[in-house]
């Protein structure tokens, strides 16, 4: 596997991969199609992105860090279905992908997740923290958070592997694993309207929940949907709030609430 002449800042998550076989196997899970476009975040001197570069349709890569860049240039300077991009991935315009992937700077896990809850891929296979991917999918009374709801709202998740510590160079402070996140096919209705309302994060929970009300087709009109919130007899904290800002306990009570509305 090929090394690099950069120095790297393990404490700016600057962890290369390098075992040529978990990288093969990374590269399994991601179930890259040949007709497929990839979008790798963070792909530093371009190891995973050799991997998976002969699999994809087209693979478009977001590296942040300047100092990478020549090194991505110079080792796929031959290949005419990559683009690389030096930019902020968290902030960035995300182009249209199918698979996302990446060995996921440990310091954005989960701002970055946050991101992939407005993205239409058909899978994301990353590299995170062991730690993060236990409250990905921990149950109630386990640690179990905001996270970990939503995360399992808008997902099947699947834990592959745990990775060595020798499989970096620098090896990383915490134990890291591959999980793959794909959108879940089996939500009711009411799970497909907490979906459109997550989506609508900077919009206040009233306006936001009639809109994901009618996009869900629970109902049909603006006067429909704000009738059925009305019936939701939500606090005004709550109809008041960002969507981004509700509590784990604001969405089960609206979970619940309208569960008992669509269903009942």
């Keep these: 596997m090929t090394r690099f002449n950069v120095a790297v800042n393990p404490a700016n998550d600057e962890q290369q991969l390098i075992d040529p076989d978990v990288i093969k196997r990374f590269t399994a899970y991601s179930e890259i199609q040949p007709d497929e476009t990839v979008l790798e975040i963070g792909p530093g001197a371009g190891n995973i992105t050799e991997s998976l570069l002969p699999h994809a349709r087209y693979l478009i890569c977001i590296e942040k860090n ?13 290949a005419d279905n990559i683009k690389i991009i030096n930019d902020d991935a968290l902030k960035t315009y995300l ?9 996921l700077p440990y310091m954005i896990s989960e701002a970055f997740f946050q991101r992939t809850l407005l993205l239409g891929f058909k899978s994301a296979t990353f590299i995170v923290p062991k730690g993060f991917a236990k409250t990905l999918q921990a149950e109630p009374g386990e ?4 996270l970990s709801w939503q995360a399992q709202l808008f997902y099947d998740i699947t834990q592959h592997e745990e990775v060595s510590f020798d499989a970096y160079l620098p090896e990383p402070r915490v134990s890291t694993t591959i999980i793959s996140l794909k959108p879940r096919s089996d939500q009711s209705k009411t799970e497909k309207v907490l979906v459109e309302l997550l989506q609508q994060g900077d919009k206040y929970t009233k306006n936001a929940l009639r809109e994901s009300l009618i996009r869900s087709e629970v109902c049909d009109t603006k006067r429909e949907g704000k009738r059925l919130v009305t019936d ?30 669509i269903t009942g």
């Design 95 to 103: 182009p249209k992908h199918d698979r996302l992937v990446s060995n």
């Design 66 to 78: 300047q100092k990478y860049i020549p090194i991505l240039e110079s080792r796929f300077k031959d």
């Design 143 to 146: 640690k179990y958070t905001k």
């Design 232 to 261: 939701l007899e939500l606090s005004e904290d709550v109809l008041g709030s960002w969507v981004s800002r509700l509590s784990l306990e604001d969405l089960k009570i609206l979970e619940e609430k309208l569960s008992s509305e």
